[in-house]
C-alpha cells in the first residue's frame, strides 16, 4: 500500500521557553489541544497536592480515531514546564488520513508504533534542548508517514493469534511467560513498521488478580449493550492489561482494540487510545467520547486512580463476572467461560467465540 504522509504539530510548555510554544501550522489542530489540556489542567489543578501528581504523571502515547473519520490523529504527551517552572504538558502529535476508518481502528496499534516512537523522540529533543529551534527540524520534518496496509497488519494480528493461547496470554501479562526463541520469531514474522514501542518501561511485577477468561467476559458483558443502543451511554472508558514483554504490547493492544471495534463497528464514535503506565502497569485505555479531559486526567492523575467513575479497570480480577454469569444463566456466556478455562484455546478461537456469542459472527 501506498505510505500516507503524516502532519506534524507540538503544542505545550518547555524549560527553554517562558510561556506556550506552538507549531505554525494546523490552526484547528493546535485550538484541540489547547482546549483538552487547559480543561485536564484545570480538573488537575482544583485539588491540592496537584503539582506532585503533575510530575509524576506518566508520558502516553495516543490516539484519536473516527469509526467514520477519514482523519486520524496520534500523539505523545509528556508532563512538562516552562522556564518559571509553571506546569503544562508538552504534546507531539501528528494527523494522517485513514482510508478505511472501522477497519484501521482496529489495527492501528501496529501501524502506529513507529510513529508514536518517532513523536516520543522528538518530545524528549525538545525538553532537553537549551532552545527550541535545535528540536525544530525533527518536531516539523516533513517526509514522515505511515503504512496502514489492512492486509499486512491483519496477517500480523492473525499471526499472533494462532501462535499463542489463553495460558500464554495470561502468562504475558503477568510478566511469567518467556520463550526466546518463540518471542524472537515473532518480532522477526512482525512487518518493519511495527517495532516493539508500546510503550518502553517495565513495571516491578505481574498482575495482580487478572486472568484473560474473566477480562474477556467482562469486555462483553460491558460493551454488548453497544451493538444495539449505541455508546451515546458509554460515558467510562476501559483499561485492558498489556504484557510486561514491550515486544508483544503492539499485538495484544491490537486484539483487545479489534474486538472493541466490532461492538462500534455501526455507529459514528471517535474513540481515544492511550497506552500508558498506569500504577507501574502497562494498559491500553480506550474510551468513546473523543478528546475528553475527564479520560486524559483519569490516564495520567494517579490522584484519581482510586474509585475512579470516569474508568472501568479491567486489569484486574473482575470478580463480578462469575455473579454476572450465574445471574444471567445464558447458554453462550457458560460455553465461552467453559472453553477460556483451557490454557490451551488458542487466541485465534477464542476470538472467535467471543464474536459468536456478544456480536452473532
Given amino acids: 500500500m501506498t505510505a500516507v504522509p503524516v502532519e506534524l504539530a507540538y503544542f505545550g510548555k518547555l524549560p527553554s521557553r517562558g510561556d506556550f510554544v506552538r507549531s505554525a501550522r494546523h490552526p484547528a489542530l493546535l485550538h484541540l489541544l489547547d482546549r483538552w489540556l487547559s480543561q485536564t489542567m484545570d480538573g488537575m489543578s482544583a485539588d491540592t497536592g496537584w503539582k506532585q501528581a503533575f510530575d509524576t504523571a506518566p508520558a502516553v502515547h495516543f490516539a484519536f480515531l473516527g469509526s467514520r473519520s477519514k482523519v486520524g490523529l496520534a500523539g505523545h504527551l509528556v508532563p512538562s514546564q516552562d522556564a518559571s517552572g509553571r506546569r503544562y504538558p508538552f504534546v507531539t502529535a501528528g494527523s494522517f488520513e485513514v482510508a478505511h476508518p472501522n477497519d484501521f481502528i482496529g489495527l492501528s496499534p501496529l501501524p502506529l508504533a513507529r510513529l508514536w516512537t518517532r513523536l516520543a523522540t522528538s518530545a524528549r529533543l525538545a525538553q532537553t534542548a537549551a532552545d527550541l529551534s535545535e528540536a525544530q527540524p525533527q518536531l516539523t520534518a516533513d517526509h514522515v508517514e505511515i503504512r496502514p496496509d489492512i492486509a499486512v497488519m491483519q496477517a500480523a494480528l492473525k499471526g499472533y493469534l494462532q501462535h499463542h493461547t489463553v495460558g500464554d496470554l495470561d502468562a504475558q501479562i503477568a510478566g511469567t511467560w518467556f520463550d526466546e526463541e518463540e518471542a524472537e520469531g515473532l518480532r522477526a514474522s512482525r512487518p518493519a513498521s511495527v517495532p516493539s514501542s508500546i510503550p518502553s518501561s517495565l513495571p516491578p511485577q505481574g498482575w495482580n488478580g487478572f486472568s484473560v477468561r474473566r477480562g474477556l467476559l467482562a469486555l462483553g458483558l460491558l460493551l454488548q449493550p453497544v451493538v444495539a443502543q449505541g455508546t451515546g451511554q458509554l460515558a467510562r472508558c476501559l483499561a485492558l492489561p498489556l504484557p510486561v514483554d514491550a515486544g508483544l504490547r503492539a499485538e495484544v493492544a491490537a486484539f483487545w482494540l479489534h474486538l472493541v471495534a466490532r461492538f462500534v463497528a455501526r455507529w459514528d464514535v471517535e474513540l481515544a487510545v ?40 479491567l486489569c484486574g480480577d473482575c470478580a463480578w463476572v462469575e455473579t454476572a454469569l450465574a445471574e444471567r444463566g445464558d447458554y453462550g456466556l ?3 467461560s467453559g472453553y477460556l478455562q483451557d490454557p490451551q484455546m488458542s487466541l485465534r478461537q477464542a476470538a472467535a467465540t467471543f464474536r459468536e456469542v456478544f456480536l452473532g459472527e
Avoid: T, W
Fill in 274 to 313: 492511550f497506552f500508558v503506565l498506569r500504577q507501574g502497569q502497562p494498559q491500553v485505555v480506550i474510551g468513546f467520547k473523543g478528546a475528553s479531559a475527564a479520560m486524559l486526567r483519569s490516564v495520567i492523575d494517579p490522584s484519581v486512580a482510586v474509585g475512579n467513575k470516569d474508568l472501568i479497570d
Fill in 334 to 336: 457458560q460455553k465461552l
